[in-house]
């Protein structure tokens, strides 16, 4: 009996035929729409985590809270339960200042296909990760359209929006949150700070029209082939121009030292 066993464990699968590049790029397809799929269901479920829970939809059901009502009606635990409003949170955010910052029409129907059209293939952890900065996420988004909008450059069709979304959305997840700012002690170094904060303040912004201009994946030699003329057009050194987009790539002034500070 154990020969017999340990026979049936030896048993190798048929070796599976040599996938060739058309099959190959038939399965990334699939694996391509699923992904799409999983991300315009966070859509759908966030817009109707947001409009039950502006409704109270556990009171008529008898539940006393949020958290129970999702308890006894899908069996999930009180973590996930706020989790789903913190998705539903950011993507609320993340629409109104797309709807602010452009001429495209929104709905807040929780109808599935409206839904979806509100979908920029943003995933459940990154909404999960922002949701506790969704403000600093929707002023991003709100500055970096504004700059798009007076460049002239692009059009803010769906594309552009869903690129500066989710480019906004990347860059919040992965830069530090602020340091609270202490109080000033000294007059003359309290100036001389708020004279350095306006000057990485718009450093920061013209770093971000760069960014729409060149993607943070170029590298410095590619940008700078890319952001020449631009940078001639709006009277920017195209070494400012550079510094500026190093920096709101990193978040880091030091980016800035030598050019603007």
């Known amino acids: 009996m154990g020969t017999r066993d340990q026979d049936q464990g030896d048993v190798v699968?048929?070796?599976?035929?040599?996938?060739?590049?058309?099959?190959?790029?038939?399965?990334?397809?699939?694996?391509?729409?699923?992904?799409?799929?999983?991300?315009?269901?966070?859509?759908?479920?966030?817009?109707?985590?947001?409009?039950?829970?502006?409704?109270?939809?556990?009171a008529p059901l008898g539940h006393n809270?949020?958290?129970?009502?999702?308890?006894a009606e899908f069996g999930i635990s009180r973590a996930q339960a706020y989790r789903l409003?913190?998705?539903?949170?950011?993507?609320?955010?993340i629409h109104g200042a797309v709807t602010?910052?452009?001429?495209?029409?929104?709905?807040?129907?929780t109808d599935p296909a409206a839904a979806a059209a509100l979908d920029f293939g943003l995933s459940q952890r990154a909404l999960i990760d922002v949701s506790a900065r969704s403000a600093d996420v929707a002023?991003?988004?709100?500055?970096?359209?504004?700059?798009?909008a007076h460049s002239g450059l692009k059009t803010l069709d769906g594309p552009t929006v869903?690129?500066?979304v989710r480019q906004a959305v990347r860059d919040i997840r992965t830069a530090p949150p602020p340091p609270p700012a202490g109080p000033p002690t000294d007059p003359a170094l309290a100036a001389l700070r708020a004279v350095v904060?306006?000057?990485?303040?718009?450093?920061?912004?013209?770093?971000?029209?760069?960014?729409?201009?060149?993607p943070a994946h170029l590298s410095d030699t590619e940008a700078a082939d890319v952001l020449a003329l631009l940078c001639e057009q709006?009277?920017?050194?195209?070494?400012?121009?550079?510094?500026?987009?190093?920096?709101?790539?990193?978040?880091?002034?030091?980016?800035?030292?030598?050019?603007?500070l």
Do not use: F, K, Q
């Not at 990334?28 to 315009?40: E, K, Q, Y």
């Not at 998705?87 to 955010?93: H, M, S």
């Not at 002023?139 to 798009?148: C, D, G, M, V, Y």
């Open 13 to 58: 699968e048929p070796a599976r035929p040599p996938l060739n590049a058309a099959r190959a790029r038939e399965m990334t397809a699939g694996l391509r729409a699923a992904m799409d799929d999983v991300r315009r269901s966070v859509a759908v479920l966030a817009a109707r985590v947001r409009d039950a829970h502006a409704a109270r939809v556990w």
């Open 65 to 71: 809270s949020w958290e129970s009502y999702c308890g």
């Open 85 to 93: 409003l913190d998705v539903a949170r950011a993507l609320a955010a």
């Open 100 to 109: 602010a910052g452009t001429e495209l029409s929104r709905t807040r129907d």
């Open 139 to 148: 002023e991003l988004i709100t500055r970096r359209l504004a700059a798009l």
């Open 162 to 164: 869903r690129a500066v």
């Open 197 to 214: 904060d306006d000057l990485a303040a718009s450093s920061h912004a013209i770093g971000e029209l760069m960014l729409e201009v060149a």
């Open 234 to 260: 709006i009277g920017e050194p195209l070494e400012h121009g550079l510094a500026a987009r190093r920096y709101a790539i990193s978040g880091d002034r030091r980016a800035l030292s030598g050019t603007v």
